[in-house]
T-cell receptor, first 117, second 111 residues
C-alpha cells in the first residue's frame, strides 16, 4: 500500500527558532499534499494544501507567513514553522491523496510532535 | 460549513462486548466518509472508507454504515478486545482531498 513518511517524528525547539518538517510519499507521486494540526485532546484541523510547483493554499485563520510550505517535488512537501512560540506546540500530520483521484482515499504520515519551550 | 460530530466522546466497555460509535455530519454533499483509529501520540490508521454511493463497508470485525441523506455513519466493532482501545475518528470529504474530522470517540476496552 501507499506509504507516507514524516521527519522528524518529534522535535523540541526554543521559542523564536524555526523548525522544518518533511512529508514524503514513498512509493507514489503526490502533486498535492495536505497539512493538519492536532492540539491535545482535539481533533485534526486542516491547515493548508500544498501544491507541487505552485503556492500553497491556507485555511482561514492560518498565518501563511508563519507556516511556510514548499512542495518542491512530486514526493516531498515541507512545512516550516517560523519564529515558533509555545502556542505552536502541536502534533502536525501530513496526508497525500491516492493517485487514483476517483477513490478520494488519503494516506497519512505518522505525524510530528512539536514542542516549543 | 460542514460540521462533524461524534458521540459519545468516550466509551468504556468490558472485553467481548460490541462497540457502536456514531458520527453525524451537517452537509450531505460528501464524496466519502472515512473511519480512522489513532493510538495515543501516534498518527492515523485508516480503518474503512465508504464512498458516497455505498451504504456500508466491512473489514473483519469492523462494519461501517453510511446514511448520507440523514448525515449519519455508525462504526460497529464486534467482540471488542483490549487491543481495540484507542481513539476513533470519522472524517468526511466534501471537496477533493480535504477531510473534515470529528473530535473522536475515546474507547477503552477492559479485560
Amino acid at each position: 500500500g501507499a506509504v507516507v513518511s514524516q521527519h522528524p517524528s518529534w522535535v523540541i525547539c526554543k521559542s523564536g527558532t524555526s523548525v522544518k518538517i518533511e512529508c514524503r510519499s514513498l512509493d507514489f507521486q503526490a502533486t498535492t499534499m495536505f497539512w493538519y494540526r492536532q492540539f491535545p485532546k482535539q481533533s485534526l484541523m486542516l491547515m493548508a494544501t500544498s501544491n507541487e510547483g505552485s503556492k500553497a493554499t491556507y485555511e482561514q485563520g492560518v498565518e501563511k507567513d508563519k507556516f511556510l510550505i514548499n512542495h518542491a517535488s512530486l514526493t516531498l512537501s515541507t512545512l516550516t514553522v517560523t519564529s515558533a512560540h509555545p502556542e505552536d506546540s502541536s502534533f502536525y500530520i501530513c496526508s497525500a491523496p491516492s493517485e487514483d483521484r476517483r477513490s478520494y482515499e488519503q494516506y497519512f504520515g505518522p505525524g510530528t510532535r512539536l514542542t516549543v519551550t | 460549513k460542514q460540521e462533524v460530530t461524534q458521540i459519545p466522546a468516550a466509551l468504556s466497555v468490558p472485553e467481548g462486548e460490541n462497540l457502536v460509535l456514531n458520527c453525524s455530519f451537517t452537509d450531505s454533499a460528501i464524496y466519502n466518509l472515512q473511519w480512522f483509529r489513532q493510538d495515543p501520540g501516534k498518527g492515523l490508521t485508516s480503518l474503512l472508507l465508504i464512498q458516497s454511493s455505498q451504504r456500508e463497508q466491512t473489514s473483519g470485525r469492523l462494519n461501517a454504515s453510511l446514511d448520507k441523506s440523514s448525515g449519519r455513519s455508525t462504526l460497529y466493532i464486534a467482540a471488542s478486545q483490549p487491543g481495540d482501545s484507542a481513539t476513533y475518528l470519522c472524517a468526511v470529504s466534501s471537496s477533493w482531498g480535504k477531510l473534515q474530522f470529528g473530535a473522536g470517540t475515546q474507547v477503552v476496552v477492559t479485560p
